[in-house]
C-alpha cells in the first residue's frame, strides 16, 4: 500500500478509534453496567463517575506506560544481561566494560563540558537579548530572528555550521566564514576546525547555543515583563543605574525562571545527539553519551553495553526529574 | 519602564546596535545556508557566499576555438570569436589576460601576445579573440586563455533542480501565485458570506496550511515527471510528511481526554499520576529505544511508519498531558459546573466546552510535536529505516549527503534548505501559539 494512503488509514483509524473508544465506553458504562435507572440509580452514577476517570485515563496510561515506563525498567534489566550468551545474567560486567573503554570517559568528559558551557552561554544569550529586546521598538523582529533556530533541526543546523567551519586549501580562497575571519585577522593557515580537540568540541557546542538562545529569550523576556514595574521605579528613585537594575532588582526576581529555563537546556544538552552525529561522529575526540550509545547500539550491536549508557544518562537526568517532581507537588497543594 | 520621568536612558543607541549585533550573528548562518543552495558548484568552491551579492574578480580559464575552425586568408590562418561565446557565458569586462598558467596577468586587453607553439593572440576587454599565424594552427583543442575579469553575481535554480526534480521550484512559485490570487479573489467575491474555509484563509495558520499544500502538490508531480537524480529528496520529503502528520494528529486526542481526567475529575492517585507524568517528561528518549524495537520486532511490527507512528505518539505524550492539563486546569469552574447542572454528561462537557476552548493549547502541542517529528533522527533510525533504505526521512537522507558528498556544497546546502523550509514556514506562521505553548510548559 501506498505510504500516504497507509498514513491517511492510521489517522482516520488512529482519530476514529479513540474517539470510538471515548465514546462507546462511556455509554457502555452509563447504559449497561451502571445505568442510571431503576433501584440503584444513586449508587450507579456514583459508581459510574468513580470508573470514568480510568476510562480517559486508560489509553494515555498504556501507551505512557509501555512506551516510556516499560523501557526503564527493560533497559536497566539489559543492561545487566549479556545478549550473547542468551540474555543471561552478568551482574555489572557491561558496566565495567565500559568503564574500562577509553572512549566512554571521553564521552563523560566531554558531556561533563557540554553541561557546563551551554546551558550558561544559552541562558546568558537568552537573558542578554531578552532584555536588550524589549526596550526597543522593533524588538519582536528581533526576537522572532533569534528565536528561528529553533525550528531548525540538529541536523540542518550541523550542515549549517559545517559551512561556517568549512576549510579549503591554504592557496585557494575560504568559503567558510570562520577560516575567512581567521586568515584576515593575521592566521597563518587555514584550520581544519572539527579536527582540533578540545576546540572541535566547542565549536559543535556553539550550534546548540545557536538553537536554544531563542527559547531561553522568549521564556526569560516573559519574565521580565512579569517583574512588578513598582520595584524598578523604586529602584530609579534611589538612583540605581541601569547596570544595577538589571543585576540587582530584575535578575534576582526572575531567578526562579532562569533555574528553569537552566535546567531544560541541561536536560536536552544530556540527550544531544544529532549533532555530534551529523558533524563528527564522535571522532577526534568529540563523543558524547548518547552518540556513544547510539555506536554501541547500532554500529557495535552490543545491547548490553549500550543499555548500560542509556542508563548512565538515566543516572544523570534523575536529580532534574526528582526537582521537577518536588516542584510540581509543591504547585499542587 | 526604565525611562520614567522622560528620561531617555543614554544608552539607548548602545541597545539598538547590540541587538543588530545579535540578530546579524544569529542570521548569518542561516542566510549562509540560503544563498549558497541558488549558487552553482564553481561559485561555491571559488569564493565565500557572502560575497555572492557583489561582482567579483575571477580568474578563468577560458579556451579559444579549435584549430580545425581556422580560416585561411591570403597566406593567413585566422582563428576568431568571442572566448566567452565559447564556454558559454555573459560578457564581462576582461581586466588582464594571459596565455601561460605561469602569467596569467601578463597582458593587458587589445595587446598582442606571442603564442608559444608559434603566431599571435590578441584579446580585447570584450572577451573578443584574433589568433593569426603565417602557418597553419595545429592540434586538437583551442587555445587556452586566462583572464581576469569581473563577474556579475549570478544565482541559478539549477540545485534544486538536481534535489527535487527538475522545475519544481518554478511550478511551486507559479502555484503558489495562483493559489494566492484565488485565495484573495475568493476572500472579495464572498467576503459578506465567508464560511469557514474563506475565513481561514487570510490568518497565518490558514497561509501556512496553504503553503503546506502547495509545497506537497508541486513535490508531487515533480516526482511523477521523474528527473530524478540518486540524490533525490523529494521521495524523502514525503516520507518525512508521512511519518509526521499522523505522529502529530494521533497523541493530541488520547492526551487531551487524559488531561481532562487529570484536570476535572476527582479520584484518588490523581496527584501521584500527574507527578509520574512529570517525570516521564524528562525521560531520555534514548532508554526506551531497544526495548521497543526488540518489542517491535517480536509483535511483528517490525520497522516501519506504524513504529515509528507508535514511537512518537508515546515519546509525545507526556509532555501533550502535562500542557493541556496545565491549560485545562485554568479554565472557568463555572461553565463547568453549569453544564454538570443543566444534566451535561463528562463526556459531553469535554466535547462540547473544553475541546473547543483548549484551542491554543492543543495548536501549542501540535506545533511542538510537528517541528520535533519533522526534525527529528533517532526515532527514525532506530524504528523507521530498515536495510532495504526504500523509507529515509529528510534528515537521514541529508546526514548521508554529509558522509558521500561532504564536499559538493550545492546539493547539501540545496536539500538542507529544503528540509527547513517547512518547519520555517509553520515556525513563522504560528509562533504566536508555540511562545505560548513554551511559557505554559516551563514557567509554572
New interface residues.
Partial sequence: MH??L??LL??VI??GG??GY??FS?VLL?RVIFPARGRDMGRNINRA??V???L??F???F??G???????A??LR?SLTDRAAGGAFVGLANYQQMMAEPKFWEALRNNFMWLLIVPAAATG?GL??AQ??D??R??NL?K?????????????A???????Y?QRPVD??????LN?IYLALGGAEPQTWMTIPLWNSIFLMVVLV?IQ???AM??LS??LRGIP?ET??AA?IDGAG?FQ?FFKIKVPQIMG?IM??WT?IT?VV??V??IV??MTNGQWETQVL?NY??DK??SAND?GV??AS??I??LL?TP??AW??YN??K??R | MDNIAGSKSSLTWAVHISVAVLVFLWLFPTVGLFVSSFRTSDQIATSGWWKAMFPSVQNLQLRAKAPELQVETDGLYVIEGNLFAEDGRDQTEISVYGISSRAIDAFRPAETAELRKGGTITVEANGDYLMEHTEAFRGSRGQRVFVTAEIPPEFTLTNYDTVLGKDVVKRLVIYFAAAMIFAFVLRYVVRDRAGIMVAALPTSGGLALLLLLILVFGLSTGTVEGAQTGDSMAKAFFSTLTVTIPATIIPILVAAFAAYALAWMDFPGRALLIAIIVGLLVVPLQLALIPLLKLHLQVGIGKGYLGVWLAHTGFGLPLAIYLLRNYMAGLPRDIIENAKVDGATDFQIFVRIILPLSFPALASFAIFQFLWTWNDLLVAKVFLIDATGETTVMTNAIVELLGTRGGNWEILATAAFVSIAVPLIVFFAMQKYLVRGLLAGSVK
Avoid: H
Fill in positions: 505510504p500516504a497507509q498514513g492510521t489517522i488512529g482519530v479513540c474517539v471515548f465514546y462511556n452509563d463517575n468513580m470514568r476517570p480510568w480517559f485515563l489509553p494515555a496510561i501507551a505512557l509501555l512506551y516510556l515506563a516499560y523501557p526503564v527493560e533497559t539489559l544569550f542578554l537579548a536588550l529586546t526596550r526597543i522593533w524588538g528581533a522572532s530572528l533569534i528565536f528561528m533556530p529553533m525550528a531548525i533541526s540538529f541536523v540542518g550541523g550542515v549549517i555550521w559545517k559551512l561556517v568549512e585557494v580562497e575560504q568559503i567558510g566564514v575567512a545557536w538562545t531563542g527559547f522568549v521564556i516573559a519574565a514595574e524598578v521605579e530609579i541601569p537594575i525562571t528553569v529555563v531544560t536536560l544530556l540527550k545527539f544529532d552525529f551529523a548518547a550509545m547510539f547500539l547500532f545491547w549500550g543499555s542509556a542508563m544518562i538515566m537526568v532534574i526529574l521537577n517532581v510540581a507537588r504547585e499542587m
